[in-house]
């Protein structure tokens, strides 16, 4: 089993960056494949980036592709997402989520953190 705890969230301009951690709470971290997701008002928790448990492969939604970079640090059991040129339309909440194998798919995602709200003024 393993706890996640988001940070990083805040409030942005337009235009502007902001980085979320996702810290675990165990070493085996480092076997799982690793997931963002965010849910805004009224909508469907979707798909963000995943990264595989070594971080050598990586998926983005169209959305954020070219925008927001997904990374690991194995040794620190930390997962990070870098976003930049941050859009109104990315407000929402973030999760992160661990799962056993990597993919989009949130059904695949068996551990999730409480969230951290990210929210972009225009």
């Known amino acids: 089993q393993v706890q996640l705890v988001e940070s990083g969230g805040g409030l942005v301009q337009a235009g502007g960056s902001l980085r979320l951690s996702c810290a675990a709470s165990t070493r085996t971290f480092s076997l799982y494949a690793m997931g963002w997701f965010r849910q805004a008002p009224g909508k469907e928790r979707e798909f963000v980036a995943a990264i595989n448990w070594s971080g050598g492969t990586t998926d983005y939604a169209d959305s954020v592709k070219g925008r927001f970079t997904i990374s690991r640090d194995n040794a620190k059991i930390t997962l990070y997402l870098q976003m930049n040129s941050l859009k109104p339309e990315d407000t929402a909440a973030y999760y992160c989520?661990?799962?056993?194998?990597?993919?989009?798919?949130?059904?695949?995602?068996?551990?999730w953190g409480q969230g951290t709200q990210v929210t972009v003024s225009s």
């Open positions: 989520g661990a799962s056993s194998s990597f993919g989009r798919d949130r059904a695949r995602y068996g551990y």
